[in-house]
C-alpha cells in the first residue's frame, strides 16, 4: 500500500487531504499537480480491477455537439500513436475490463479499466496522449469522419450530411425520451448550459466549423481543467511520476473560465414539442405530458439520496400513490419518474405516456392534489421503510455488474467533484442514512414534498405530442438547404467537394503504416494466462424431491436464491402469456397483503423478488435445442431467508388474478411500453425477428420480446374489456401447471451457511406437487420471410445472418478470432467510418448463430452489400505475428472480464444448465490462442455460406425502407 502524507509533494503532485471511506473500504487521497493545476483523485484499496479516468469540464454553448464530437475524435491518433484509431487498436488487443469515453452534459470523461498491469499502465498512455496530443490539429478529416461532412462522390449526385456523430444523434433523436429529456433541460435552465444538447441536435452539428472545434479543444483539454482519477491496487508514485513527466510538467496555470452558473428560478414554465411518428400512425393517445422540478444542488448528499429514495416512494414501487393516482385517472396508460443528480442542479420529472394535449390541467390537477393529500395525510410508513431499506441494500451490495466498481464510484465522485464539493460526498451514505432514518418519523418527506414539489419556484411542464410531418419538414429543409449550398457553388467548387470526398475516402481505406503501428504500446502472449477463468463451485444436491444447486462464494451475507420452472409445460400459443405474467405477478394484491402492504413487506424483508422469462442452450443430455425457464428471484440478507420464501409462496400461489381491473391497467402499460421499446431498440428488435426465421431459440425469444410479442399485447390491449375474464383464466391455468416441484430446480449462491439456512427454510415455499406432462416445443419454420419494419427512426438497423451449424460447420474457438477481426477491421471500416454508421458488429455464438449488425446507419443495401463482401476480406486476409497476436488477446479480453456476484451466479447457473465442463471452457482458449491467418482465411466459406442463404431484417427510417421495397418480402410498420 501507499505511504502518502497528507503535505507531501509526490511527482508535483500535492497531497491535500486523506480520508478513509468506511462504505468502500478505501483510502481516499486529494490532490493538486501545483504546477499545471490538475486535480487528481486517488482511490486506494486491493481491487485489481484498476481504473484510470482523465475528465473535463466541458459546458456547451450551443447543440452543434462539439464536444461529443471530440471525444470521438481525440481517440483517433496522436503524437505519440499517429495511427488512425488508436482506440481500435487498443480494442482489438488489450485486456480492458474497460474501455470508452463518455460525453455527460457538462463535462467529459475518458475512462479505462484492467487487472493487468503492464496493459494498464499501455492504456493510461494511450489516452493521455490523445487527450493532450490529439491528431485533430494536423489532420481535418478527422473532424470530417467523426462529426460532419459534406458527401458528394459525383458532381451530379445529391448533396448529403454524413459523419458517426451526426447518424448518431439522428438515431438517438429518433427517440420521443431523448427529445422528452432535451426539451426538459431547455424549460429547466433557460438561462444556462444545460439548455443545450451536449450529445449535438442533427439540426444543430452542420454548424460547427473546423475552427470552432480546434478552439474547443485548446480551451478546454487543458490541466487547469482537468479531473484525474486512478482507482485499486495501482503503483501511485510511479503513476503520478508519468502523468507529471510525460504530460503535466508541459504546462501552467490557465485561467480560462469554465465555471458552470446556476439557473436562478424560473417560476413554472410550460413547453411544447413534437416527435415524429410514421406518416399514417394515429396521433390519438400518443402524447407525454411531464412536470418538472429543479431540487437544490447536487452538493447537497441528503437532498439527493432523499430524493432517490422519494422518487421511489411516489412512482417507482408497485403501491407508488402518485403511480396509482395517475394510472387509474386514466389519462395516460403509462407513467414513470427519472431523478437526475449528475448536473449541478438536479431534476425529477413526473412523466405520464400515452397520453393527449387535452389532458394537460387535469394531469397537473392530479398532481397537485394526490401531492397535497400525502404531504397532509402522511405517507404510509411501512413504504417509507422499504424504499430507505432498498436504497440502502443497493449501495451496500454494490453490484454494478458489467462496470468495474472503480468507474461507478468515479462517476459518484464527477458530481460534487466537478462542482467545487468533497470529491468524497458521493461515496459516504451511512451517516446520511442514519440522519434520514432519524427524520422519517417527523414529516421529512412529507417536508420535502411540500419546499420542492408543491411550493416549487423552479418547475416546468413540456408537453411532447406526436407529429406525423415533423420528420419528413426537417428533411425536406435538410435537403433544401443542401441543394441551395450546391447550386450555389461553381464547378470549381464542386470539384472541390468530391475532391475532398475521395481524399476522405482514400484515408479511410489507407492502412496504418507498420511502423506506426508498432509504436503503440503491446501485449504479448507471455502476459497472458492460458487457463481459462476458473468455474464457480457448484454442488448439485436433491432436497426434498427438487434438484438444487448450489454455488459456494462468499456474497458478504447477501443470498442469491433463483427457482427456474421449465415453461415446456405450456402450449406454444400460451408463451406469450409467460411474458406478461412476470410482469403481473408482485402487482396485484394476495390473500395476505393489500398491494401497499406487499410491497413494504418485500421492501423490508429482501432486497427485492423479481421474475423473468429466460431460455438456455441445448443440453448434452437432451435432443430438445433449447431449454426455456420462468425463474423468480430473490436478493435477501442471511437470516431473512425464511420470511422472503414465504413472501415468494404468497406471490406464487395467493396472487388475485381475478382483479380484472387491474389486470386491464397492467396490460395496457405493458402495451405502451413496448411501444417505447420497439422505438429504442431497432437492432434488438430485427435480430429477434431475424434469428426466429431460422433458430427454434429465436423463434420462443421472439414470443416473449420481439415484434410477435408486441403485437400479442398490442392486440390483448385493443381488447382487454371484453378479454380480461379469458386472460385471468388463462394465467390461473398457466400458474397451475408452472409452479409446482416437478421440472423445477432451485439455485442458492452464497456461503455454506446461506445454503444451510435455505435448505432448513425450503418449506416455507410449500410448493405444490403435481405430474404435468411437458408438451411439444415450438420449432422455427427455417424461412426467409426478409422483413422491412419502418419506424420513425431517421436511421436504419440492418440485421443479417444464419445458423452455421446448419450448413456443415462446427463451432471452434477461433471462430471468437474471426468475430473479432471482421468487427474491429472489416465491419469498423466498411459500416461506420465509411459508411457513416454509428456501429457495426458480428455476433457469433456457439450455438451456431453468426449475425452481421449495424447500429444507427444511414444506410441499407450498401450495408447489406458489405456483409455479402464479408467472405472476401477474410479469403484475403493477411496478418503479421504482431497483428495476430494483438486479436488473439483482445478476444481473450472478452472471456477474462472481471465478473460481479450478479454475473458469477448468471454464469454458473448457465453453465450448468448447458453442460459446460471446464475442460470445454479451457480447449476453446486453447483454440482461441493458437489460431492462424490461415484459419481465418478457411472461415470465408463460412461466411459467404451464411450470406447466401439472404436471411435478413430491417428497421429502419419509413422513406428510405419504402425505396428499397423490392428487397423484403413484407414491408410493414413497426408500430401500428
Same mark, same amino acid.
Given at each position: 500500500?501507499?505511504?502518502?502524507?497528507?503535505?507531501?509533494?509526490?511527482?508535483?503532485?500535492?497531497?491535500?487531504?486523506?480520508?478513509?471511506?468506511?462504505?468502500?473500504?478505501?483510502?481516499?487521497?486529494?490532490?493538486?499537480?501545483?504546477?499545471?493545476?490538475?486535480?487528481?483523485?486517488?482511490?486506494?484499496?486491493?481491487?485489481?480491477?484498476?481504473?484510470?479516468?482523465?475528465?473535463?469540464?466541458?459546458?456547451?454553448?450551443?447543440?452543434?455537439?462539439?464536444?461529443?464530437?471530440?471525444?470521438?475524435?481525440?481517440?483517433?491518433?496522436?503524437?505519440?500513436?499517429?495511427?488512425?484509431?488508436?482506440?481500435?487498436?487498443?480494442?482489438?488487443?488489450?485486456?480492458?475490463?474497460?474501455?470508452?469515453?463518455?460525453?455527460?452534459?457538462?463535462?467529459?470523461?475518458?475512462?479505462?479499466?484492467?487487472?493487468?498491469?503492464?496493459?494498464?499502465?499501455?492504456?493510461?498512455?494511450?489516452?493521455?496522449?490523445?487527450?493532450?496530443?490529439?491528431?485533430?490539429?494536423?489532420?481535418?478529416?478527422?473532424?470530417?469522419?467523426?462529426?460532419?461532412?459534406?458527401?458528394?462522390?459525383?458532381?451530379?449526385?445529391?448533396?448529403?450530411?454524413?459523419?458517426?456523430?451526426?447518424?448518431?444523434?439522428?438515431? &438517438?433523436?429518433?427517440?420521443?425520451?431523448?427529445?422528452?429529456?432535451?426539451?426538459?433541460?431547455?424549460?429547466?435552465?433557460?438561462?444556462?448550459?444545460? $439548455?443545450?444538447? &451536449?450529445?449535438?441536435?442533427?439540426?444543430?452539428?452542420?454548424?460547427?466549423?473546423?475552427?470552432?472545434?480546434?478552439?474547443?479543444? +485548446?480551451?478546454?483539454?487543458?490541466?487547469?481543467?482537468?479531473?484525474?482519477?486512478?482507482?485499486?491496487?495501482?503503483?501511485?508514485?510511479?503513476?503520478?511520476?508519468?502523468?507529471?513527466?510525460?504530460?503535466?510538467?508541459?504546462?501552467?496555470?490557465?485561467?480560462?473560465?469554465?465555471?458552470?452558473?446556476?439557473?436562478?428560478?424560473?417560476?413554472?414554465?410550460?413547453?411544447?414539442?413534437?416527435?415524429?411518428?410514421?406518416?399514417?400512425?394515429?396521433?390519438?393517445?400518443?402524447?407525454? /405530458?411531464?412536470?418538472?422540478?429543479?431540487?437544490?444542488?447536487?452538493?447537497?448528499?441528503?437532498?439527493?439520496?432523499?430524493?432517490?429514495?422519494?422518487?421511489?416512494?411516489?412512482?417507482?414501487?408497485?403501491?407508488?400513490?402518485?403511480?396509482?393516482?395517475?394510472?387509474? +385517472?386514466?389519462?395516460? *396508460?403509462?407513467?414513470?419518474?427519472?431523478?437526475?443528480?449528475?448536473?449541478?442542479?438536479?431534476?425529477?420529472?413526473?412523466?405520464?405516456?400515452?397520453?393527449?394535449?387535452?389532458?394537460?390541467?387535469?394531469?397537473?390537477? /392530479?398532481? $397537485?392534489?394526490?401531492?397535497?393529500?400525502?404531504?397532509?395525510?402522511?405517507?404510509?410508513?411501512?413504504?417509507?421503510?422499504?424504499?430507505?431499506?432498498?436504497?440502502?441494500?443497493?449501495?451496500?451490495?454494490?453490484?454494478?455488474?458489467?462496470?468495474? *466498481?472503480?468507474?461507478?464510484?468515479?462517476?459518484?465522485?464527477?458530481?460534487?467533484?466537478?462542482?467545487?464539493?468533497?470529491?468524497?460526498?458521493?461515496?459516504?451514505?451511512?451517516?446520511?442514512?442514519?440522519?434520514?432514518?432519524?427524520?422519517?418519523?417527523?414529516?421529512?418527506?412529507?417536508?420535502?414534498?411540500?419546499?420542492?414539489?408543491?411550493?416549487?419556484?423552479?418547475?416546468?411542464? %413540456?408537453?411532447?405530442?406526436?407529429?406525423?410531418?415533423?420528420?419528413?419538414?426537417?428533411?425536406?429543409?435538410?435537403?433544401?438547404?443542401?441543394?441551395?449550398?450546391?447550386?450555389?457553388?461553381?464547378?470549381?467548387?464542386?470539384?472541390?467537394?468530391?475532391?475532398?470526398?475521395?481524399?476522405?475516402?482514400?484515408?479511410?481505406?489507407?492502412?496504418?503504416?507498420?511502423?506506426?503501428?508498432?509504436?503503440?504500446?503491446?501485449?504479448?502472449?507471455?502476459?497472458?494466462?492460458?487457463?481459462?477463468?476458473?468455474?464457480?463451485?457448484?454442488?448439485?444436491?436433491?432436497?426434498?424431491?427438487?434438484?438444487?444447486?448450489?454455488?459456494?462464494?462468499?456474497?458478504?451475507?447477501?443470498?442469491?436464491? @433463483?427457482?427456474?420452472?421449465?415453461?415446456? %409445460?405450456?402450449?406454444?400459443?400460451?408463451?406469450?402469456?409467460?411474458?406478461?405474467?412476470?410482469? %403481473?405477478?408482485?402487482?396485484?394484491?394476495?390473500?395476505?397483503?393489500?398491494?401497499?402492504?406487499?410491497?413494504?413487506?418485500?421492501?423490508?424483508?429482501?432486497?427485492?423478488?423479481?421474475?423473468?422469462?429466460? %431460455?438456455?442452450?441445448?443440453?448434452?443430455?437432451?435432443?430438445?435445442?433449447?431449454?426455456?425457464?420462468?425463474?423468480?428471484?430473490?436478493?435477501?440478507?442471511?437470516?431473512?431467508?425464511?420470511?422472503?420464501? @414465504?413472501?415468494?409462496?404468497?406471490?406464487?400461489?395467493?396472487?388475485?388474478?381475478?382483479?380484472?381491473?387491474?389486470?386491464?391497467?397492467?396490460?395496457?402499460?405493458?402495451?405502451?411500453?413496448?411501444?417505447?421499446?420497439?422505438?429504442?431498440?431497432?437492432?434488438?428488435?430485427?435480430?429477434?425477428?431475424?434469428?426466429?426465421?431460422?433458430?427454434?431459440?429465436?423463434?420462443?425469444?421472439?414470443?416473449?420480446?420481439?415484434?410477435?410479442?408486441?403485437?400479442?399485447?398490442?392486440?390483448?390491449?385493443?381488447?382487454?374489456?371484453?378479454?380480461?375474464?379469458?386472460?385471468?383464466?388463462?394465467? *390461473?391455468?398457466?400458474?397451475?401447471?408452472?409452479?409446482?416441484?416437478?421440472?423445477?430446480?432451485?439455485?442458492?449462491?452464497?456461503?455454506?451457511?446461506?445454503?444451510?439456512?435455505?435448505?432448513?427454510?425450503?418449506?416455507?415455499?410449500?410448493?405444490?406437487?403435481?405430474?404435468?406432462?411437458?408438451?411439444?416445443?415450438?420449432?422455427?419454420?427455417?424461412?426467409?420471410?426478409?422483413?422491412?419494419?419502418?419506424?420513425?427512426?431517421?436511421?436504419?438497423?440492418?440485421?443479417?445472418?444464419?445458423?452455421?451449424?446448419?450448413?456443415?460447420?462446427?463451432?471452434?474457438?477461433?471462430?471468437?478470432? /474471426?468475430?473479432?477481426?471482421?468487427?474491429?477491421?472489416?465491419?469498423?471500416?466498411?459500416?461506420?467510418?465509411?459508411?457513416?454508421?454509428?456501429?457495426?458488429?458480428?455476433?457469433?455464438?456457439?450455438?451456431?448463430?453468426?449475425?452481421?449488425?449495424?447500429? $444507427?446507419?444511414?444506410?441499407?443495401?450498401?450495408?447489406?452489400?458489405?456483409?455479402?463482401?464479408?467472405?472476401?476480406?477474410?479469403?484475403?486476409?493477411?496478418?503479421?505475428?504482431?497483428?495476430?497476436?494483438?486479436?488473439?488477446?483482445?478476444?481473450?479480453?472478452?472471456?477474462?472480464?472481471?465478473?460481479?456476484?450478479?454475473?458469477? $451466479?448468471?454464469?454458473?447457473?448457465?453453465?450448468?444448465?448447458?453442460?459446460?465442463?471446464?475442460?470445454?471452457?479451457?480447449?476453446?482458449?486453447?483454440?482461441?490462442?493458437?489460431?492462424?491467418?490461415?484459419?481465418?482465411?478457411?472461415?470465408?466459406?463460412?461466411?459467404?455460406?451464411?450470406?447466401?442463404?439472404?436471411?435478413?431484417?430491417?428497421?429502419?427510417?419509413?422513406?428510405?425502407?419504402?425505396?428499397?421495397?423490392?428487397?423484403?418480402?413484407?414491408?410493414?410498420?413497426?408500430?401500428?
Amino acid at each position: 500500500m501507499s505511504s502518502l502524507k497528507t503535505g507531501n509533494v509526490y511527482s508535483g503532485f500535492k497531497v491535500v487531504l486523506e480520508e478513509y471511506i468506511r462504505e468502500i473500504e478505501s483510502s481516499v487521497f486529494t490532490m493538486e499537480h501545483q504546477q499545471s493545476g490538475a486535480r487528481l483523485l486517488f482511490v486506494q484499496n486491493q481491487d485489481d480491477n484498476k481504473v484510470f479516468s482523465v475528465s473535463f469540464r466541458t459546458p456547451p454553448v450551443d447543440s452543434t455537439g462539439v464536444f461529443h464530437i471530440l471525444e470521438h475524435s481525440v481517440l483517433c491518433g496522436s503524437d505519440k500513436y499517429p495511427v488512425k484509431e488508436p482506440f481500435v487498436e487498443l480494442l482489438k488487443g488489450s485486456m480492458k475490463s474497460f474501455l470508452n469515453a463518455f460525453t455527460f452534459a457538462d463535462k467529459t470523461m475518458y475512462p479505462v479499466a484492467s487487472r493487468n498491469n503492464k496493459d494498464f499502465s499501455n492504456l493510461m498512455e494511450v489516452y493521455l496522449d490523445s487527450v493532450f496530443k490529439p491528431n485533430i490539429y494536423k489532420q481535418q478529416e478527422i473532424f470530417e469522419q467523426e462529426g460532419w461532412h459534406y458527401e458528394l462522390l459525383h458532381t451530379e449526385d445529391e448533396l448529403i450530411y454524413k459523419g458517426v456523430v451526426y447518424n448518431e444523434m439522428k438515431g &438517438s433523436y429518433s427517440s420521443p425520451v431523448t427529445v422528452l429529456l432535451d426539451r426538459i433541460k431547455k424549460s429547466l435552465y433557460p438561462d444556462t448550459l444545460y $439548455r443545450h444538447s &451536449s450529445g449535438g441536435d442533427p439540426q444543430d452539428i452542420p454548424a460547427l466549423t473546423y475552427e470552432q472545434f480546434l478552439a474547443a479543444h +485548446s480551451n478546454y483539454y487543458h490541466p487547469s481543467n482537468s479531473y484525474f482519477y486512478l482507482y485499486g491496487d495501482v503503483n501511485i508514485e510511479e503513476r503520478l511520476q508519468f502523468i507529471h513527466q510525460e504530460y503535466l510538467s508541459q504546462y501552467t496555470r490557465n485561467d480560462f473560465d469554465t465555471a458552470i452558473p446556476m439557473q436562478q428560478p424560473t417560476g413554472m414554465t410550460e413547453f411544447t414539442a413534437d416527435y415524429s411518428i410514421l406518416e399514417s400512425e394515429t396521433a390519438e393517445d400518443k402524447t407525454y /405530458l411531464s412536470m418538472n422540478y429543479v431540487i437544490g444542488t447536487s452538493l447537497d448528499r441528503e437532498l439527493n439520496l432523499a430524493f432517490a429514495i422519494l422518487k421511489n416512494i411516489l412512482m417507482d414501487s408497485n403501491a407508488a400513490p402518485l403511480k396509482q393516482a395517475l394510472l387509474e +385517472s386514466g389519462l395516460g *396508460k403509462d407513467a414513470f419518474a427519472f431523478y437526475s443528480d449528475s448536473m449541478v442542479q438536479p431534476l425529477l420529472g413526473i412523466t405520464l405516456t400515452h397520453s393527449n394535449p387535452s389532458s394537460k390541467t387535469a394531469f397537473l390537477d /392530479l398532481i $397537485r392534489t394526490t401531492l397535497s393529500r400525502l404531504a397532509a395525510d402522511g405517507l404510509d410508513e411501512k413504504l417509507v421503510l422499504a424504499a430507505v431499506n432498498s436504497k440502502e441494500f443497493e449501495l451496500r451490495e454494490a453490484d454494478f455488474d458489467r462496470y468495474p *466498481k472503480g468507474l461507478t464510484y468515479n462517476i459518484e465522485v464527477m458530481k460534487s467533484w466537478l462542482y467545487e464539493g468533497s470529491p468524497s460526498a458521493h461515496l459516504e451514505y451511512e451517516t446520511v442514512f442514519a440522519a434520514i432514518r432519524e427524520k422519517c418519523a417527523d414529516r421529512y418527506f412529507e417536508q420535502l414534498i411540500e419546499t420542492y414539489l408543491l411550493n416549487s419556484q423552479h418547475c416546468s411542464v %413540456v408537453i411532447l405530442q406526436p407529429s406525423n410531418t415533423i420528420a419528413a419538414e426537417k428533411e425536406a429543409c435538410s435537403r433544401k438547404q443542401l441543394a441551395e449550398y450546391k447550386s450555389s457553388l461553381t464547378p470549381e467548387q464542386l470539384g472541390q467537394l468530391v475532391e475532398n470526398t475521395q481524399n476522405l475516402l482514400t484515408r479511410q481505406s489507407r492502412p496504418d503504416a507498420p511502423e506506426d503501428l508498432q509504436k503503440l504500446p503491446k501485449l504479448s502472449l507471455q502476459d497472458i494466462n492460458r487457463s481459462a477463468l476458473q468455474q464457480v463451485p457448484t454442488h448439485e444436491y436433491t432436497l426434498k424431491g427438487i434438484k438444487l444447486i448450489h454455488h459456494e462464494i462468499p456474497t458478504n451475507k447477501i443470498a442469491y436464491i @433463483k427457482l427456474y420452472w421449465d415453461t415446456g %409445460v405450456v402450449a406454444a400459443e400460451q408463451i406469450s402469456y409467460l411474458a406478461l405474467l412476470s410482469k %403481473v405477478l408482485g402487482q396485484l394484491e394476495t390473500d395476505a397483503y393489500s398491494i401497499e402492504e406487499l410491497t413494504s413487506e418485500i421492501g423490508i424483508k429482501t432486497g427485492g423478488i423479481h421474475f423473468q422469462n429466460e %431460455v438456455f442452450g441445448a443440453a448434452k443430455d437432451s435432443d430438445a435445442n433449447y431449454q426455456p425457464k420462468f425463474s423468480a428471484r430473490i436478493k435477501v440478507m442471511k437470516g431473512n431467508i425464511g420470511d422472503s420464501l @414465504k413472501l415468494l409462496h404468497e406471490l406464487l400461489y395467493a396472487s388475485n388474478l381475478d382483479n380484472l381491473t387491474k389486470l386491464q391497467e397492467i396490460v395496457r402499460r405493458e402495451a405502451s411500453k413496448m411501444e417505447s421499446i420497439l422505438n429504442q431498440k431497432g437492432n434488438e428488435i430485427a435480430a429477434s425477428r431475424l434469428l426466429s426465421y431460422f433458430s427454434d431459440q429465436g423463434a420462443y425469444q421472439e414470443q416473449l420480446g420481439g415484434v410477435a410479442y408486441h403485437r400479442f399485447i398490442r392486440e390483448l390491449a385493443h381488447t382487454i374489456d371484453q378479454q380480461s375474464e379469458r386472460l385471468s383464466d388463462t394465467l *390461473k391455468d398457466i400458474c397451475a401447471v408452472l409452479f409446482n416441484k416437478q421440472h423445477l430446480i432451485l439455485s442458492v449462491t452464497g456461503a455454506s451457511d446461506i445454503y444451510e439456512e435455505f435448505a432448513a427454510n425450503l418449506e416455507q415455499l410449500g410448493l405444490q406437487d403435481r405430474q404435468v406432462e411437458l408438451k411439444p416445443v415450438l420449432k422455427a419454420q427455417d424461412h426467409a420471410c426478409n422483413e422491412g419494419f419502418m419506424s420513425s427512426s431517421q436511421v436504419q438497423y440492418v440485421v443479417k445472418g444464419y445458423d452455421f451449424n446448419k450448413l456443415g460447420f462446427t463451432y471452434s474457438g477461433k471462430m471468437q478470432v /474471426l468475430k473479432k477481426i471482421l468487427s474491429l477491421t472489416y465491419l469498423w471500416n466498411a459500416v461506420r467510418v465509411k459508411g457513416g454508421a454509428y456501429g457495426g458488429n458480428l455476433i457469433l455464438q456457439k450455438e451456431g448463430i453468426l449475425l452481421f449488425t449495424s447500429y $444507427r446507419d444511414p444506410n441499407l443495401q450498401e450495408t447489406l452489400e458489405i456483409y455479402d463482401q464479408a467472405y472476401r476480406f477474410a479469403e484475403s486476409f493477411e496478418a503479421d505475428e504482431d497483428e495476430m497476436t494483438k486479436s488473439i488477446i483482445g478476444t481473450l479480453a472478452m472471456f477474462d472480464q472481471p465478473l460481479s456476484l450478479s454475473a458469477q $451466479r448468471r454464469r454458473a447457473d448457465r453453465h450448468y444448465f448447458e453442460q459446460i465442463t471446464g475442460e470445454e471452457l479451457q480447449q476453446e482458449r486453447n483454440e482461441i490462442l493458437s489460431a492462424t491467418p490461415e484459419d481465418i482465411r478457411e472461415y470465408a466459406g463460412l461466411l459467404k455460406a451464411v450470406v447466401e442463404k439472404n436471411y435478413f431484417s430491417v428497421v429502419g427510417n419509413e422513406t428510405r425502407m419504402k425505396s428499397a421495397q423490392a428487397l423484403f418480402g413484407s414491408l410493414e410498420e413497426l408500430v401500428r
